[in-house]
Each structure stands twice: as C-alpha cells, then as structure tokens.
C-alpha cells in the first residue's frame, strides 16, 4: 500500500485485518507514503537518467523508385513495375530507411527525410497515409522488401492526413 491510501493508519488496519483473515501479509512503507507518487513524477521530469537511447532496429517506410534496367536488382522484380501518378515506369517493394539501427537517439534529436508523390489528379493528394516500418532482421542494407519475408519488416505504426 503506497500513496495517500497507505498514510490513512484506519484504511491499513482495516485492510491488515481483512487480509490476515485470508493468511496474506500486507504491509505498507514506514515513512514517506503519502508523497510515493507525487516523487516519482517529479522524479520522472527532473532527474533525466537516460539521456539517449540505441535504436534496437531499422525504421522506415516502404517506397518506389523509377524502374532502371542497368541496375540487376530492378530487372530481378521487373514483375513489380507499374506505371506512377507521374507517368513513370517505377518499381515498388523498396524499404527506405529513416531511422538506422544502431543510432544514437537523444530526446531532441530528429530524424527526417524527404519524400514526394506526383499525380496526374489533384483529388489523389487529398488523402494521404503511410505506415512506418520496423526492420528487424540480420541485413545492413535492407533495400528490397521481398528477401526476408515475414522475418524481417513489420508494420510499426500507421499515420494518415487528410488534405483538403
């Protein structure tokens, strides 16, 4: 019993004897109780133990880029070509990386990149969502989406805007 409750000595005894009935020890802290919870949020605000943190894993969104037929691994998935909003024949199953395994992130610290989508309507910027990405598999460099299904990107968190 900690917090206002355990200051209340009539509450501790009436709760002592009802748990001594069922054979279960209760107790409560012998000094300090009534302020517990008010010192650990003070304690959470003040006293910043931990400066940073070490991303566990890879964070990012799933993305696209134009089609090239030089580079192997584009002709590899030639069978995810589609045609953009912008008219360009474009290759999907990309994982962009935003925030690296491994980095160091501070409090303040922000981790951004650019994106951009074209489209031939203004209609289809009206609404616009994505879901970030968590990678957690064994690759550096986890380009292509398609190496380690199920094992290595899941869905992490989801956000949408509407625009108009």
């Known amino acids: 019993l900690v917090g206002g409750f355990a200051a209340s000595s ?3 005894l009436k ?3 009802h748990f001594k009935a069922l054979n279960i020890a209760f107790s409560r802290p012998d000094s300090h109780v009534n302020k517990a919870v008010a010192d650990g949020a003070l304690s959470f605000h003040l006293d910043r133990a931990v400066s940073e943190r070490i991303s566990k894993y890879n964070h990012g969104i799933g993305s696209f880029t134009a089609y090239d037929a030089s580079i192997p691994g584009h ?3 030639k069978d995810k070509t589609f045609m953009s909003g912008a008219g ?3 290759l999907t199953g990309q994982y962009s990386v935003i925030l690296p ?3 160091s992130i501070a ?3 922000e981790f951004r990149r650019p994106y951009f989508r074209k489209e031939q309507k203004l209609s289809d910027l009206a609404s616009i969502s ?4 968590c990678y957690r598999g064994i690759r550096k460099d986890p380009r292509w989406m398609d190496v380690e299904i199920g094992a290595g990107i899941l869905a992490f968190l989801f956000f949408g805007a509407d625009i108009v």
Do not use: A, H, N, P
């Open 15 to 17: 709760l002592q004897e």
């Open 107 to 109: 409090e303040t610290k």
């Open 130 to 133: 994505q879901d970030i990405l």
């Open 75 to 77: 002709v590899e998935r």
């Open 88 to 90: 360009v024949l474009s």
């Open 101 to 103: 395994k491994g980095e």
């Open 10 to 12: 009539w509450l501790f």
